[in-house]
């Protein structure tokens, strides 16, 4: 178990729709971090947030937000969804923005139909 | 296009079997780190290496860092069904940020008893 936390743990939605992944780090790290799994592409950094201000993004679609809450919580908003999306989300979290080690949760995987 | 390429794709060996996993770029990074995967669990930290040549071990697991630190290889001696899992090595160009780690596609391992 790393200590990270994220829900829900499946998610089947349609096409259009909108959903939130919510993470919760490890107690005591404040930088969170989303990526994205699918099979063509593998692991993708999404976004990155620290102290509940965003700190670096990646190849993040504009159809995705995400932010960070002063509890340090964190959530995964994707929109307007295309079966494209369907794929692993995971989040990671890490004591400091600039840190060479972070631990994963076991991610939200997400099934678009 | 993956920044880093790793090879083989997938790998099945017998129980006792020693296995070799490359991982090569024509980028140069400031460190590389291994990860292994497992259905359903988020990417776990295996290592980290940081200097050009450098090789750590842990217990049957070796870990090679290219001299250019552009390429890395990890290999295990007498394989375990333990070991079966997806490795991944993930590269990183900058030291202000962990997040921005490029991963490579993975190597599938499964050892057989």
């Known amino acids: 178990d790393s200590g990270v936390t994220q829900t829900p743990k499946h998610l089947i939605t349609a096409t259009g729709q909108r959903v939130t992944l919510r993470c919760s780090p490890r107690s005591g790290d404040l930088s969170v971090y989303w990526y994205q799994q699918s099979l063509d592409q593998g692991l993708q950094f999404l976004i990155q947030y620290y102290n509940g201000e965003e700190r670096a993004k990646g190849n993040i679609l504009e159809r995705f937000s995400a932010q960070q809450f002063p509890d340090l919580h964190s959530e995964l908003n994707l929109s307007s969804l295309e079966l494209g999306d369907s794929a692993l989300y995971f989040c990671?979290?890490?004591?400091?923005?600039?840190?060479?080690?972070?631990?994963f949760g076991q991610g939200t995987r997400l099934t678009v139909v | 296009t993956q920044l880093l390429e790793q090879s083989p794709q997938f790998l099945s060996i017998q129980e006792g079997e020693n296995l070799t996993v490359y991982c090569n770029s024509s980028s140069v990074f400031s460190s590389l780190q291994w990860y292994r995967q497992e259905p359903g669990e988020g990417p776990v930290l295996l290592v980290t290496v940081v200097t050009g040549g450098e090789v750590k071990k842990l217990k049957r697991l070796t870990f090679q860092f290219g001299d250019a630190r552009k390429d890395s290889s990890l290999h295990i001696t007498a394989a375990q069904p333990g070991d079966t899992g997806l490795y991944l090595c993930a590269g990183s160009m900058t030291t202000d940020s962990w997040g921005k780690l490029q991963f490579g596609a993975g190597t599938q391992v499964v050892v057989t008893p």
């Open positions: 990671a979290s890490s004591v400091e923005g600039g840190a060479s080690v972070a631990f």
